[in-house]
């Protein structure tokens, strides 16, 4: 097909995998963060599922959005080392230009992938009722001489 390979390129999978797991990480620590400070809007129902994504999404995507410009910009880098100093490493542009496409892709996937996931589970919280109280609040209310309703 006419794509060049160095050995560099079998460690990408694993650079990009890495970098996607910790912005998925970033993503669901920021969204747990909102979960909890909106709960009681949720239980409410004083809040819909698109503003808690979009809490979730400022919270967290300026971060991510950086994050990966860095990336890239420091996979460029090495490009750049490479045409200055006329191939110091044969393989090292194919690594970058594979890196960089990877990360890329990888962001596209975490809004096109990620986020609507992110959606249907806020969707599935916001839809579900809250569990019944546990058996003991009702103990630790009550006095201890009245007995429990059948």
């Known amino acids: 097909m006419g794509l060049a390979t160095s050995p560099l390129t079998y460690f990408v999978i694993f650079l990009v995998m890495a970098l996607g797991i910790n912005h998925v990480y970033l993503m669901l620590h920021g969204y747990d963060r909102v979960i ?9 129902k004083r ?13 967290v995507m300026p971060s991510i959005t950086v994050a990966v410009i860095f990336e890239i910009v ?9 045409f200055i100093l006329h191939g110091p490493m044969p393989g090292l542009h ?3 230009i594979v890196s960089v ?14 986020v609507p996931a992110l959606l249907l589970d ?10 019944p109280p546990h058996r003991l609040s009702y103990i630790t209310t009550t006095s201890l001489t009245t007995p ?3």
């Open 36 to 44: 909890e400070r909106e709960r009681d809007a949720m239980l409410d």
């Open 47 to 59: 809040i819909s599922y698109r503003q808690l994504a979009i809490y979730t999404l400022v919270e």
């Open 74 to 82: 420091a996979l460029l880098s090495g490009l750049f080392v490479q």
């Open 94 to 96: 194919i690594f970058v």
């Open 101 to 114: 496409i990877g990360v890329a892709l990888d962001y596209v996937f975490l809004n096109g992938v990620f």
């Open 122 to 131: 806020i969707k599935r919280i916001m839809v579900s009722t809250p569990p």
């Open 148 to 150: 429990p309703p059948l």
